[in-house]
């Protein structure tokens, strides 16, 4: 049972431009999410984070937003550059509880 | 600070074998998890420790086991190794269990032939 779902397994974009991630969740006692980037070759780097009891939560080029009624969390790279270009998982955890992440989408972002 | 280290790198091994991955968390961590990473199943969770405890076991067969040192480093342990055991085997710690932010290892990358 995968509990977090990102249905898009890759997503390509212009430099300068807005990437969209998206993360789907179904189990209702998550309350913490979270997004990490990861490069070939390398572990996974933490990016950002959201607790259940805000919707939006925004580090320079990086927003997340949360959507608890659709269960549903998107992460926003405004704008976007060709470093940004790698694998991005969400991830998510019950108070109290282990992190279950998604599947990543490699994100390519074209010069 | 140094980050999270995992030793080996790089391993190949023959079906049938038994394997042991270790990691060193950033000084302080006291939680170690690891996961492995297939293509197309993201990171799946294996195990998480905290004060040589096991605090959480992910759906693995019984082939796969850890343990957790009083220094906080931490080994895992596959045996009779079969194909589909090959992949990326991240280790992560946290300061505290459960763990909020977790800071990854760059893995070990094993294949089994």
Redesign the interface.
Known sequence: DQQVKQNSPSLSVQEGRISILNCDYTNSMFDYFLWYKKYPAEGPTFLISISSIKDKNEDGRFTVFLNKSAKHLSLHIVPSQPGDSAVYFCAARPSGSRLTFGEGTQLTVNP | KAG?TQTPRYLIKTRGQQVTLSCSPISGHRSV?W?QQTP??????LF?YFSETQ??KGNFPGRFSGRQFSNSRSEMNVSTLELGDSALY?C?SSLAA??????????TRLTVL
């Open positions: 999270v998890s996961y197309g199943q993201g990171l799946q969770f998480e605090r959480n991240l992560a459960p763990p909020d932010t977790q800071y990854f290892g760059p893995g």
